[in-house]
């Protein structure tokens, strides 16, 4: 029998995603969850530049306002109604953005006098900033594609108002830092505590929609020079290397859109060289640690195929950077990065291999997390549409 091409098998996966989730037309109750979301809309604007076919592009238009409607409003089984943000409900839908996104999670959120709970919050809702920050790609990447700019203005409000509420100064005189989850209503933390690449993710996107909004025919809105900066002081002389597969495929994902950013005016070789530094302990301890030789149900799909996305980006990374001596130069430590990157260039392929087995797609560790598994194959299958800046 001959084997499915990747594109193919993406297509398929997406179109099960469509089904599940309920993107489909006419569906009064979708299920939308932003992490899941932020990637399958750039999977539809990857098969949209690939084919060419309008019903991917409408997909696109489908999803983002399935998530602004549902994410961007107050849950069913909540006593508040109405768009988080507290405007009116034409008003809300003219800025969708502009309270920040609900996480989607199962249950409520912790209630302002319950306890804290470590592993019941991982189910309760409320704000994540690194899925603010996905979502946010996520709208920048439909107007590149469409040309159509209300997106990427929504990423701008998304921007603004994701850094009012996480970032705050501790105290007078003191650095700033970041709360790792806020409330649905982003009026307090549930988290106090700061994620490891949260600044990382900031200064990179804003970077990415400022880049952007030059183009913008408009010029509607400040620049984000101010929240940029907080974001540079808050990744200064921090060490971003993680034993986590999922968090160094976002390091080599995060080296790939600064070596894009480099190319439109923005950044510097330097943290394009910590960021590949970075990522190297992790690829090194996931490849000797032996979990690839487990069986799927000691495995958690989603961190490897995080890893095998940014593998992929390592890959275009290498051809990037062979091409454009006139943005990189010739240096001798990105070049030992980008050899000892190569050696690892076969276990992108041996993590979609796995998961691409029916057998393994049936074991409990797949199914409790169906969509996200789903949606991060298909990226890793064909990377493009959610790795392109």
């Known amino acids: ?40 809309v750039c999977n539809f604007l990857g098969l949209y530049e690939e084919t060419g076919e309008e019903r991917f592009r409408e ?21 508040r109604t109405g768009w988080i943000s507290g405007l009116g409900e034409q008003e809300g839908a003219l ?29 309760r809702d409320g704000q994540y900033y690194h899925y603010l920050t996905k979502w946010m790609h996520a709208l920048d990447r439909v107007t590149r594609v469409t040309g159509s700019w209300s997106y990427h ?15 705050y100064l501790p105290a007078p005189g003191s650095r ?14 549930l988290v106090p505590s700061m994620g490891l690449h949260d600044p990382l993710d900031g200064l990179i996107t804003y970077t990415e929609l400022q880049a952007t ?43 790939f859109r600064v070596a894009n950013l480099m190319g439109r005016g923005a950044f510097s070789g330097h943290l394009l060289s910590r960021l590949v530094e970075a990522a190297l302990p992790g690829l090194e301890s996931f490849e000797k640690g032996g979990s690839l030789g487990l069986p799927a149900g000691y495995r958690l799909a ?46 992108a392929g041996r993590i979609e291999r796995f998961w691409l087995r029916p057998e393994h797609q049936a074991v409990g560790t797949w199914k409790d997390h169906r969509e996200i598994n789903m949606v991060m194959l298909a990226t890793s299958l064909s990377p493009d549409g959610f790795l392109t800046v």
């Open 153 to 167: 203005r929504w990423a701008l409000e998304l921007a603004r108002a994701a850094h009012a509420a996480f970032v």
């Open 95 to 123: 800025h969708p953005t502009c309270g920040g996104l609900r996480i989607g999670k199962r249950l409520k959120e912790r209630g302002a006098d319950d306890p804290f709970d470590e592993p019941l919050e991982w189910d």
């Open 213 to 255: 909004a030059a183009e913008d025919p408009e010029r509607p809105a400040a620049p984000l020079t101010a929240e940029i900066g907080d974001m540079a002081a808050l990744c200064e002389g921090r060490s971003w290397a993680t034993d986590d597969p999922l968090g160094t495929g976002s390091l080599l994902s995060d080296a």
């Open 176 to 189: 700033k830092r970041m709360y790792w989850k806020m409330s649905i209503d982003l009026s307090h933390p």
């Open 302 to 347: 989603f961190r490897e195929l995080g890893l095998s996305i940014g593998l992929k980006a390592a890959e275009r990374l290498a051809e990037l950077v062979r091409g454009r001596e006139d943005v990189f130069g010739r240096s001798k430590g990105l070049d030992r990065q980008m050899a000892a990157l190569r050696g690892y260039g076969e276990l």
């Open 1 to 40: 029998m001959k084997e499915e091409s990747p594109k193919a098998v993406v297509r398929k996966i997406m179109a099960e995603f469509a089904r599940r989730t309920g993107l489909l037309p006419g569906v009064t109750s979708p299920r939308r969850y932003l992490w899941t979301d932020a990637f399958a």
């Open 59 to 79: 997909g696109v238009f489908r999803l983002v306002d399935q998530v602004h409607r549902t994410l961007g409003r107050h849950r069913q089984d909540d006593g």
